[in-house]
């Protein structure tokens, strides 16, 4: 009787340690998500509005109209984008859907590249990711957020009555880049896909800006940062762009700088040339002497016109 009680009570030791550790592990989790939340909140914790400098407006572009358009995104918010057409487009051949990159504001930016796909006999539909310009939202919140705004506007325009039957092409820049790229994990109708100067995955770009804040300690943080993401943002979270290509069938054109500071290669297309190597699908310019620069695709209008004409068929 004497060994089971004991035997007993040593059960119950072990028991008490194993709650208590336990405990411990998840208060350090649950601080942890609280620190978390306040880094992404300095981070996407605001507003965004395009600056007047970097503006377009409809009247800069003659024979160009823009139809307002609403859908939600994930979180419940009205996002707002617009349809670009050119005067004369009756029969137009596909749709491209353009994602903006992050921290200049909304879509109003890129309306000269709209103009240039419009005229070129596209629809384009515009939006103001969550957050920005004249879309709902009281922050970003997160990179994640740009797959799930994009994946909310694709399905809007297969909804429409309009656009629905119509071939889509993606068309993106930096986090806009990323968003396209990430977003074929879900959506293989997607038949062309044009990224600039993006990055693979949320956690690549923000890793690379913690180790310039704090390097002897990112590594330890990590884990925290990818927990965190997995929590507030899902499916979304664990999408990148080298699944994305891998499960799409599009065709694919990616445009990076070799001294881009912003979105350094290592973290964008030095990843799809070590995954992708020579595959004939999946086009990889590596530009020497350019940086995060817009006219990596303001350059290319003519030929990213010819591309949607090859793949949007």
Known sequence: MEKVKKSGGARKVVIIIAIVLLALVLILL???????????????????????????????????????????????DTLVGYVYRAEGVDAPKGVII??????????????????????????????????????????VGGMPQGIADLDKAINYIKSDPEMKDLPIGL????????SG??????????????????????????????????P?????IK?????????????????????????????????????DTVVPPAIGVEKYIAAFGNDPRIRLDYIEGRGHDADLFRERQAELVAFYDEHLK
Do not use: C
Not at 119 to 131: E, M, Q, S
Not at 171 to 178: E, L, P, T, V
């Open 216 to 220: 002897d300690q990112i590594e330890l």
């Open 171 to 178: 068309f993106g820049f930096s986090w806009g880049a990323y």
């Open 98 to 139: 353009s994602s903006h990159g992050y921290g200049a504001g909304g879509q109003v930016g890129y309306m000269d590249m709209f103009d240039v796909f419009a005229k070129g006999g596209y629809l384009v539909f515009g939006y103001d990711a969550t957050a920005n310009d004249e879309s709902g939202g009281e922050m």
């Open 223 to 259: 884990p925290f940062m990818r927990l965190y993401e997995l929590l507030k943002f899902g499916k979304y979270s664990t999408a990148s762009n080298i699944s994305g290509f891998k499960k799409s069938g599009a065709a694919i054109w990616v445009v990076h700088g070799d001294e």
């Open 30 to 76: 649950a601080a942890s998500m609280v620190v978390m939340d306040i880094v992404f909140k300095q981070n996407f914790g605001t507003r965004i509005d395009t600056s007047f400098n970097n503006m377009y407006f409809i009247e800069d572009f003659e024979g160009l109209t823009a139809d307002r358009r609403e859908f939600k995104n994930n979180r419940g």
């Open 181 to 214: 790229g990430a977003v074929l994990n879900f959506h293989p109708e997607v038949k062309a896909a044009a990224l600039f100067s993006g990055f693979d995955t949320s956690f690549d770009i923000m890793a690379t800006r913690g180790a310039e804040i704090m």
